[in-house]
Nanobody, 124 residues
Framework: VQLQASGGGLVQAGDSLRLSCVAS????????MGWFRQGPGKEREFVAF????????YYVDSVKGRFTISRDNTKNTVYLQMNSLKPEDTAAYYC??????????????????WGQGTQVTVSS
């Protein structure tokens, strides 16, 4: 599986962006998908997860109510709609495939596949 992320850019605080990640292959609908990010000088962190059929989604607390993850299995694409962006959202955003998130324990398995990062920079 190859993942191609796009949609990053330079925006001002309060603006919105939508990231997209297109996956190759015919097994997209069998994978849990998600987004991670890595800010300057920080470790990579989990941002959002969406289940195979899109019925369940989970977010890191810092983006709840602002970010929405969705997927279109007919287009092999997962999206991250980011609203009310803050300077602390500045990071390289990576899409990931083939992992699971267990909400009861806030635990996720290691993704099997990673896309290249797309840079999001939010100015104050």
């Amino acid at each position: 599986v190859q993942l191609q992320a796009s949609g990053g850019g330079l925006v001002q605080a309060g603006d919105s962006l939508r990231l997209s990640c297109v996956a190759s292959g015919r097994t997209f609908s069998s994978y849990g998908m998600g987004w991670f990010r890595q800010g300057p000088g920080k470790e990579r962190e989990f941002v959002a997860f969406i289940s195979r059929n899109g019925g369940k989604s989970y977010y890191v607390d810092s983006v709840k109510g602002r970010f929405t993850i969705s997927r279109d299995n007919t287009k092999n694409t997962v999206y991250l709609q980011m609203n009310s962006l803050k300077p602390e959202d500045t990071a390289a955003y990576y899409c990931a495939a083939d992992f699971e998130f267990y909400s009861g324990r806030d635990y996720y398995t290691a993704p099997g596949y990673w896309g290249q990062g797309t840079q999001v920079t939010v100015s104050s």
